[in-house]
């Protein structure tokens, strides 16, 4: 993240930290893991207009793999059955952004500095009903 907020010249260290200290939650914080080594780490925090994906931090040698990705599917797959929409924050011109749009976040607000974004729950459709194999009893 330190890259992105340097680009637009907000980058303050003490201000990184106290950000994420303000806003962590261990209890819907997830430890990502790849092969038992750190990865990463999200959080995906709920609220009453539904949940928001908070500090979604991978290795940058492990970003582009499609590990992000395999992380925020299983994550979405938990709001889509909860019904819930997932609110969430990404900085102008950040790379992320396109992981965010490729699993249907859209823009809903946003300023010089964030993107502010939403997903609405997908339902999924039961499969339709099979007709009933004739008994060959009759």
Same mark, same amino acid.
């Given at each position: 993240?330190?890259?992105d907020l340097e680009r637009?010249?907000?980058y303050d260290a003490h201000r990184v930290r106290q950000r994420f200290? %303000? !806003?962590?939650s261990p209890g819907h914080t997830s430890v990502i893991t790849v092969a038992g080594a750190f990865a990463g780490s999200v959080a995906l925090r709920p609220r009453? %207009? !539904?949940h928001w994906l908070e500090h979604f931090y991978l290795a940058p040698a492990l970003q582009g793999r499609g590990l992000g990705s395999a992380v925020l599917a299983t994550l979405l797959s938990r709001t889509d059955t909860s019904g819930d929409v997932v609110r969430l924050n990404v900085l102008q011109g950040s790379p992320a952004r396109h992981l965010?749009?490729?699993h249907g976040f859209r823009v809903e607000t946003q300023d010089?500095?964030?993107v502010f974004m939403l997903r609405p729950a997908l339902t999924r459709r039961p499969p339709a009903p099979q007709p009933a194999a004739?008994?060959?009893w009759g």
């Open positions: 993240m330190r890259p637009l010249g907000r200290r %303000d !806003g962590f009453d %207009d !539904g965010y749009e490729r010089a500095i964030d004739p008994d060959p």
